[in-house]
């Protein structure tokens, strides 16, 4: 399952430029956001046979943990770096369907929640350990990580690179990583209109094989 990330702006495009946002406990997190905000990484999956194509894609965004006191609260670990993510009003997939967030505060690196229809510390507790997804977000202004992993590099010459393998984090800029080893800074990249097929990068000369 794809997770929920987005990272750095892209060069030149006017936009800042920055880390990828929100990692949660320290992994990347859902985008690569083309403006410096808080970000999900894993590759990203094929559909599974006979699903239906228009079915709207879910990214892993955390993890639910304990019950916190007797009213039903959750205790939450969100990977993901964008804040719509724990906002009243927000939708978390757990395996028993959709549950809306009625209620959320930050303590401490976690979440505590009240989701809509958990109102007793048995039904918090019954949740523990569900993974959280959500459907993704219409974010034009950001690169996402589960599209930029698998897409083929290309520079503004028309030649290939290879295909991006993993996003890594890395404080001055996250990293594209190729096939071949090759670390590209997500700040050289011009142009993702193209994914998740290709992405474009324009790196200074010899950072590619001699480019």
Same mark, same amino acid.
Do not use: C, Y
């Given at each position: 399952?794809?997770?929920?990330?987005?990272?750095?702006?892209?060069?030149?495009?006017?936009?800042?430029?920055?880390?990828?946002?929100?990692?949660?406990?320290?992994?990347?997190?859902?985008?690569?956001?083309?403006?410096?905000?808080?970000?999900?990484?894993?590759?990203?999956?094929?559909?599974?046979?006979?699903?239906?194509?228009?079915?709207?894609?879910?990214?892993?965004?955390?993890?639910?943990?304990?019950?916190?006191?007797?009213?039903?609260?959750?205790?939450?670990?969100?990977?993901?770096?964008?804040?719509?993510?724990?906002? =009243? !009003?927000? &939708?978390?997939?757990?395996? @028993?369907? %959709?549950? *809306? $967030? +009625?209620?959320?505060? /930050?303590?401490?690196?976690?979440?505590?929640?009240?989701?809509?229809?958990?109102?007793?510390?048995?039904?918090?507790?019954?949740?523990?350990?569900?993974?959280?997804?959500?459907?993704?977000?219409?974010?034009?202004?950001?690169?996402?990580?589960?599209?930029?992993?698998?897409?083929?590099?290309?520079?503004?010459?028309?030649?290939?690179?290879?295909?991006?393998?993993?996003?890594?984090?890395?404080?001055?800029?996250?990293?594209?990583?190729?096939?071949?080893?090759?670390?590209?800074? =997500? !700040?050289? &990249?011009?142009?993702?209109? @193209?994914? %998740?097929? *290709? $992405? +474009?990068?324009?790196? /200074?000369?010899?950072?590619?094989?001699?480019?």
């Amino acid at each position: 399952m794809p997770r929920d990330t987005s990272r750095a702006g892209l060069a030149g495009s006017g936009r800042g430029t920055g880390r990828l946002a929100g990692g949660g406990e320290g992994g990347i997190g859902e985008t690569v956001a083309m403006t410096p905000e808080p970000t999900d990484h894993v590759p990203a999956v094929g559909p599974a046979v006979g699903e239906d194509d228009h079915a709207p894609r879910l990214l892993e965004i955390g993890r639910i943990g304990k019950a916190h006191g007797l009213r039903g609260e959750v205790t939450a670990v969100i990977t993901s770096d964008r804040p719509e993510r724990t906002e =009243v !009003g927000a &939708v978390w997939m757990l395996d @028993g369907g %959709p549950r *809306t $967030v +009625v209620a959320v505060r /930050p303590h401490q690196q976690r979440w505590i929640v009240q989701l809509e229809g958990v109102s007793t510390r048995e039904a918090a507790e019954a949740l523990r350990g569900q993974v959280i997804e959500a459907e993704g977000i219409d974010d034009p202004d950001a690169l996402w990580v589960h599209e930029l992993v698998g897409a083929t590099v290309l520079t503004p010459d028309g030649r290939t690179w290879g295909a991006v393998v993993a996003v890594l984090d890395n404080p001055a800029d996250d990293l594209l990583e190729l096939a071949d080893g090759t670390l590209i800074p =997500v !700040g050289f &990249v011009t142009d993702g209109t @193209g994914l %998740p097929e *290709t $992405v +474009v990068v324009d790196p /200074p000369e010899g950072l590619l094989g001699g480019h």
